[in-house]
């Protein structure tokens, strides 16, 4: 029994040391440099440029063109799989999915090119103009004409502090999409950011989240899910901003 006992034991200790070691092993995957947020910006500006006109008959010039922009930056190897297949795909054949995917991205470029100090963060509740924030990286111009010239990022603490922001809307977003009741956000925001809670185009009503003057309990389903996925797409190019679970953009979680 005894050699037993000490069979087990030791086979923990070994079983603990290895969990230990590889603990130690881990980490966490650095935050992207300023020269790979530029080129993911241009990237995506593209991917969402074809998903927004892969309905319009007229644009499929712009379509060929903003591909070929693409590859003369040298940016094709940047591309995954889902965003080679639809940029590669026949120009109008997008399902609706890709389409509306590949549109909503424009609020990830919106994050990104304000990291980059070359855009203004719209209110939290703002849909952005993708156009004037693809121009702001330089869409379509010479290589160093665009944002991958020189390349630059706000502080960490920006960053960091935007992403607690974003994290904290994005948890009242999902929560209401449970609870579907009123809620103290302004508390919540208080305890978790200090002064000032108004930030980034937020506005309270009643205690809570409101969009245009009203709170995020009493509107409508859609300006309801156009706030989610604002949100979403915002807090997702946040997270990889600060290198949070994923180098890969399309793997990176918006857990709250």
Known sequence: MRCRFWSIWLGRVKLNQLIHMEEEDYVEPPPPSPKKVARRALVLSVVCCRGIIDTNPEAAGLATQTWAW?????????????????????????????RVNAGWLSEAVTVLAWALGKADLPSFETQCDPQSVSNSLGFLQPKNETVLANPALLSPEQLSEYNEFIYNVHWRVRDFSIRKGPYNFESLARKAWGEPVLRHGLKIVENDISLRGVPISRVSESAYRNLSSITRERHRASNWLIGYASEDFYEVTTDT
């Not at 930056?73 to 795909?89: H, I, N, V, Y």
């Open 70 to 98: 693409l590859k003369d930056l040298g940016l094709e190897g940047d591309l995954s799989e889902w965003e080679r297949k639809t940029l590669e795909a026949p120009y109008g054949s997008l399902a609706l999915t890709n």
